[in-house]
């Protein structure tokens, strides 16, 4: 009654849901309004919501649960809309890209300039070069490892990055999941053994070509003895 009353005085819908032993309702009063521009009457409909209340309550479970996981896992998870908008990341992305934590990276790097992305090669990549890379990664099935920095620091990081698109009816991409992981150490460690390697070869061959002329010395000797 409250609600026909509040309709016949402010003369607009209202709308309100209630819930009871027998589930949840959606409630619309409309007052009717004649050509003069009086209320003659008062509409209401009701619909039952209940297994609507539900879906978005397990969903919305599902959701936390997801969450949860996403946050407890090392590898950096973040997914970009179809216009590239960045539109989730978990703490563990955050840490990658230097920010504190993931609403902090959601806020600062939504629409991808929070980091300088360097290819294989030294290039730097637009975020779209960047996305299609991706793409052919995925083709391919392996993993494609880039560098990055974030503006204004000179500290560049390794990652490599998985990606799965996600696709609309008609096959289009309607949003991409990346998920990365930081291997600076392991390519940092890689370098320094090619490093050392080469080190060694080059010791090895400034060692043999000592030997090679001291033994051409030695050769000469026993000739001019002869």
Same mark, same amino acid.
Do not use: C
């Given at each position: 009654?409250?609600?026909? #009353? +509040? /309709?016949?005085?402010?003369?607009?819908?209202? *709308?309100?849901?209630? =819930?009871? @032993?027998? !589930?949840?309702?959606?409630?619309?009063?409309?007052?009717?309004?004649?050509?003069?521009?009086?209320?003659?009457?008062?509409?209401?409909?009701?619909?039952?919501?209940?297994?609507? #209340? +539900? /879906?978005?309550?397990?969903?919305?479970?599902? *959701?936390?649960?997801? =969450?949860? @996981?996403? !946050?407890?896992?090392?590898?950096?998870?973040?997914v970009r809309d179809k216009n590239l908008r960045l539109i989730y990341a978990n703490d563990a992305a955050a840490r990658l890209k230097g920010f504190a934590s993931s609403s902090e990276y959601m806020a600062r790097g939504r629409h991808g300039d929070d980091f300088i992305i360097i290819d294989s090669d030294g290039r730097q990549l637009t975020l779209a070069d960047y996305l299609r890379q991706h793409e052919d990664s995925f083709h391919s099935?392996?993993?494609?490892?880039?560098?990055?920095?974030?503006?204004?620091?000179?500290?560049?990081?390794?990652?490599?990055?998985?990606?799965?698109?996600?696709?609309?009816?008609?096959?289009?991409?309607?949003?991409?999941?990346?998920?990365?992981?930081?291997?600076?150490?392991?390519?940092?460690?890689?370098?320094?053994?090619?490093?050392?390697?080469?080190?060694?070869?080059?010791?090895?061959?400034?060692?043999?070509?000592?030997?090679?002329?001291?033994?051409?010395?030695?050769?000469?000797?026993?000739?001019?003895?002869?």
């Amino acid at each position: 009654l409250g609600s026909v #009353r +509040q /309709a016949i005085a402010t003369g607009q819908m209202v *709308r309100f849901q209630d =819930e009871g @032993i027998s !589930g949840v309702f959606d409630h619309v009063v409309t007052p009717i309004i004649d050509a003069d521009g009086r209320i003659t009457r008062v509409a209401a409909v009701s619909r039952d919501i209940t297994e609507l #209340r +539900q /879906a978005e309550d397990e969903l919305k479970r599902s *959701r936390n649960e997801l =969450e949860v @996981i996403l !946050g407890g896992i090392s590898d950096g998870v973040t997914v970009r809309d179809k216009n590239l908008r960045l539109i989730y990341a978990n703490d563990a992305a955050a840490r990658l890209k230097g920010f504190a934590s993931s609403s902090e990276y959601m806020a600062r790097g939504r629409h991808g300039d929070d980091f300088i992305i360097i290819d294989s090669d030294g290039r730097q990549l637009t975020l779209a070069d960047y996305l299609r890379q991706h793409e052919d990664s995925f083709h391919s099935g392996l993993p494609l490892e880039v560098r990055y920095r974030r503006p204004g620091s000179s500290q560049v990081h390794w990652l490599q990055i998985k990606t799965a698109p996600i696709y609309d009816e008609d096959g289009t991409i309607r949003m991409t999941v990346f998920i990365s992981r930081d291997i600076t150490e392991q390519k940092r460690t890689l370098e320094e053994l090619s490093r050392s390697r080469n080190e060694l070869h080059q010791r090895i061959n400034e060692r043999t070509a000592e030997l090679a002329a001291a033994n051409q010395v030695l050769r000469n000797e026993v000739e001019l003895r002869r």
